[in-house]
């Protein structure tokens, strides 16, 4: 049986991580908003505000995150 190694949890850099999702997620809102505009299609028009719709649930979740691991931050500063 093979065994594997764990790696220690390494939470250094998760807020840039999520930061970066944060923006990704910002930009492809912004984007699928011009496409909004400038469709007549309505299927897609329905499809990207479904999307936004999602996209507007990730970003309550990434925020989450970000609290999360500030708060771990925190709490690791006084050891």
Request: proline share 1%; aromatic share 2%; charged share 50%.
């Amino acid at each position: 049986m093979l065994k594997l190694k764990r790696n220690p949890d390494d939470r250094r850099d998760n807020v840039e991580k999520i930061q970066r999702n944060i923006d990704n997620t910002v930009r492809n809102m912004r984007a699928a908003e011009e496409m909004l505009n400038n469709t007549s299609d309505d299927k897609m028009r329905e499809d990207l505000i479904e999307k936004n719709e999602r996209r507007r649930d990730a970003l309550a979740g990434f925020r989450r995150e970000i609290k999360d691991e500030a708060d771990y931050r925190e709490s690791r500063r006084g050891r």
